[in-house]
């Protein structure tokens, strides 16, 4: 199975600050690497494909980038409904895997 | 717009089938999409079940052996699952999905709102 890693997994940040979240596979993946958005008691929802690639209806303050095991999401100006908890994925494979998770908290 | 809808039972008794539908709208299951099944156990994080296409070619996680069943019914454009010999660790909000191809990318781009099911005798 191909492990993926995410870092951090908490992160307390204010509105307004930039934030960047790691995502490393333990093997390469090209770019099948994709990010959701949870909130609590919420479905996630799917922001970022193919690495890079910002979904319809997504903010154009979410952008990432990457190719092979190192992947990243950034967050330019952080705004308050962007408190949540964010997961990477990896599509390469079987089994699809998910990194643990980076919550992004109120400072 | 495209909708899905996680039903079941929200208590299974240990060693019983967990058995939950999704219901596909806005979308045909005969498309050129995966549909899938993922879950996430309490305050933990999102782990795949599986995958079925509409030919009915099916692709599991490994680490639930061969306790996952999928299915289709296209008359009612829905599909199931069906995970036997359940134990408290399948306790979980599980959601169903629909998944881009491996050529677009793979990702899993609509989610139901997810169903709780526990277990507990």
């Known amino acids: 199975d191909i492990q993926m890693t995410q870092s951090p997994s908490y992160l307390s940040a204010s509105v307004g600050d930039r934030v960047t979240i790691t995502c490393r596979a333990s093997q390469t993946i090209s770019n099948y690497l994709n990010w959701y958005q949870q909130k609590p008691g919420k479905a996630p929802k799917l922001l970022i494909s193919a690495a890079s690639s910002l979904q319809s209806g997504v903010p154009s303050r979410f952008s990432g980038s990457g190719s092979g095991t190192d992947f990243t999401l950034t967050i330019s100006s952080l705004q308050p409904e962007d408190f949540a908890t964010y997961y990477c994925q990896q599509s390469y494979n079987t089994p699809r895997t998910f990194g643990q998770g980076t919550k992004v908290e109120v400072k | 717009q495209v909708q899905l809808q996680e039903s079941g039972p929200g208590l299974v008794k240990p060693s019983e089938t967990l058995s939950l539908t999704c219901v596909v709208s806005g979308c045909s299951i005969n498309s050129a999409y995966y549909w899938g099944w993922i879950r996430q156990p309490p305050g933990k994080g999102l782990e795949w079940i599986g995958s079925?296409?509409?030919?009915?070619?099916?692709y599991h996680n490994p680490s639930l052996k061969s306790r996952v069943t999928m299915s289709l019914d296209t008359s009612k454009n829905q599909f199931s699952l069906k995970l036997s010999s359940v134990t408290a660790a399948d306790t979980a909000v599980y959601y169903c999905?629909?998944?881009?191809?491996?050529?677009?990318?793979?990702?899993?781009?609509?989610w139901g709102q997810g169903t709780v099911v526990t277990v507990s005798s």
């Open positions: 999905a629909r998944r881009r191809s491996w050529n677009d990318g793979g990702a899993f781009d609509i």
């Open positions: 079925i296409y509409h030919s009915g070619s099916t």
